[in-house]
Antibody, heavy 117, light 111 residues
């Protein structure tokens, strides 16, 4: 069965960096684009970034452009999210999701990122 | 990137039908058929309910129906049941600064 497992979250000071990972299994990883979606505590969903199946196309929300970088490692079936210059409003549960026909059909359980001094 | 507009809350009695709207622009909802809907229970990950405006993934009840007219997409839930009580989000691809948008979410209450 399809599984997505996020890791790498934690508490970081403003201006700091974190690298999130999403380990995928149960499907042909190299055939699907992947997304990161976040949800601040008590708030709605916010799309963060997307990488296509071969890693050549990457899109970012304006709120993270220039600070976050998405990448993927086919050999490890893993997607990464490098987050730099973190701000308090980046505090959220970060979900990894699989792309399916321009939608997100499988989601992980999320990893919590807290930006606080 | 702006958020798609959804009503904050919608309610209905068991057995009734409810409709949740999702309003965007010609650059997102109106310009593409890449509209999807998600159900989220508290403390849980979202679940895909509708993709490409009106397609249901395997396992989703046919009580859930998606549609679109102009810049507004809609999710209709018929035969409302207690376990339909959840938050619902729409999402659309946008050609502006290419990417995706979410609606602000709608809390569905079953009276």
């Amino acid at each position: 069965q399809v599984q997505l497992v996020e890791s790498g979250g934690g508490v970081v000071q403003p201006g700091g960096s974190l690298r999130l990972s999403c380990a995928a299994s149960g499907f042909t990883f190299s055939s699907h684009g992947m997304h990161w979606v976040r949800q601040a505590p008590g708030k709605g969903l916010e799309w963060v970034t997307y990488i296509n199946f071969n890693g050549r196309d990457k899109f970012y929300a304006d709120s993270v452009k220039g600070r976050f970088t998405i990448s993927r490692d086919r050999s490890k079936s893993t997607v990464f999210l490098q987050m730099n210059s973190l701000r308090p409003d980046d505090t959220a549960l970060y979900y990894c999701a699989r792309d399916f026909n321009w939608a997100y059909d499988y989601w992980g359980r999320g990893t919590l990122v807290t930006v606080s001094s | 990137q702006s958020v798609l507009t959804q009503p904050a809350s919608v309610s209905g009695s068991p057995g009734q039908s409810i409709t949740i709207s999702c309003t965007g622009t010609s650059s997102d909802v109106g310009g593409y058929n890449h509209v999807s809907w998600y159900q989220q229970y508290p403390g849980k990950a979202p679940r895909l309910m509708i993709y490409e405006v009106n397609n249901r993934p395997s396992g989703v009840s046919n009580r859930f129906f998606g549609s679109k007219s102009g810049n507004t997409a809609s999710l209709t839930v018929s035969g409302l049941q207690a376990d339909d009580e959840a938050d619902y989000y729409c999402s659309s691809y946008t050609g502006t600064s290419p990417g995706w948008l979410f609606g602000g979410g709608t809390r569905v209450t079953v009276l």
